[in-house]
């Protein structure tokens, strides 16, 4: 894997850590619900989902 590609990785981690950082989730924790699931939890999973993906896309793609 080329160098910039790990800073993608790398860029995907900072911004993981700034969406999973305490005050950022304290606005998402709330009494709302979507779907029948709180939330700060739809707002993790999702977060969460979507990272896997970028991950997965990036692996898959520029994997040499």
Do not use: C, T
Request: aromatic share 18%; net charge positive; hydrophobic share 60%.
């Amino acid at each position: 894997m080329k160098r910039r590609h790990e800073q993608k990785l790398l860029v995907l981690s900072f911004v993981l850590l700034f969406l999973f950082n305490i005050p950022l989730l304290l606005i998402f924790n709330q009494s709302g619900d979507v779907g029948g699931i709180p939330l700060l939890y739809f707002f993790i999973f999702l977060i969460w989902l979507i990272s896997i993906l970028i991950s997965a896309y990036l692996l898959k793609r520029f994997h040499e």
